[in-house]
């Protein structure tokens, strides 16, 4: 299958796009869209067909279900069964971004959309080129990663080209990702509501507007996933990712010696105590900044293994709550 690659940088080039998306999504077959957390892999929400598309396409297993993506509130609502009035009040502090409501889901939701459970995460994203595919088409989008099922997400349209080329028409290049991490995910079906998956929409931000919240304590041997994002091992590169906390040079040195590395294999990702690259492939200096160092996370990821890394090693981040979502984003990548 030959897949088209279309810019958006003109207005000319992103409403012939728009046109395309919705026409190939219309007819029930699967695309690339770009959306300002990473880059989705689209289908008609409401048509099972073509969201098993999605699962034969990314491999993803039949227990993980999707998130589905809409562009007002009305068509929110009719995603779920119920709609409580602390929806509206998330939704006007928070939509459109980078925040996912699980609430429980309308029948018009395919079972493989939930992965057969009883909700349905919900979010209206932000990027412009998401928003307008979605009201041409009139019909929610179900969109997980556009990637290899626990590979890491693509952040711009290369790299989903890198993994889907040859597997589905189309990829719309709309820039690159700028939050750079998966939506936060609130399940709304919880009292008082979980956070399923952290995001750069923080647990203080949550807390101001629905005055309290709980981490989920899920297992997931023995519960139906409400959320993407929860197996133990997930946003993975190919190279061993391993997180350490180092003092200097020689301190760093010393604790990869007990990992037996071959150093010109060895990338690192630092944001404070930065190495000498003597001996590594690469150092990489990403900011000391919670929200620029998601935004480049899954690029210096996906730059790793382009250039044949075997390990990554990545400077510990600081513990506290801004961060909390790239550590869990580090946690599964580095998991065996």
Known sequence: MKTDVLPTHTKTLFDAAVQHAAELLRAGEVVALPTETVYGLAANALDENAVAKIYEIKGRPAHNPIIVHIASAD????????????????????????LTLVL????????NVTAGGATVGVRWPSHP?????IRECGFPLAAPSANVSNYISPTNAEHVRQ????????????GQSQVGIESTVLDLTAAPPRVLRPGMIHEEALLAVSGTIQHSTFNIQHSTLRSPGMLAKHYSPKARLVILRWTGDADLRQQLETRNPKPETCHILAHTHIPSAAGFASVSVIPHDAEAFARALYAELHRCDAAGAELI????????SEWQAIADRLRRASAE
């Open 104 to 111: 429980p889901r309308s029948e018009k939701i395919p079972d």
């Open 129 to 133: 080129f998401m928003q307008a595919v």
């Open 75 to 98: 068509l929110a609502k009719r995603c779920a069964a119920t709609w409580p009035s602390l929806a509206d009040k998330l939704a006007a502090a928070f939509w459109p971004g980078p």
């Open 163 to 174: 993994q889907l080329a040859g597997k589905l028409r189309l990829i719309v290049d709309g």
């Open 313 to 320: 090693v990545v400077e510990a981040l600081p513990q506290t």
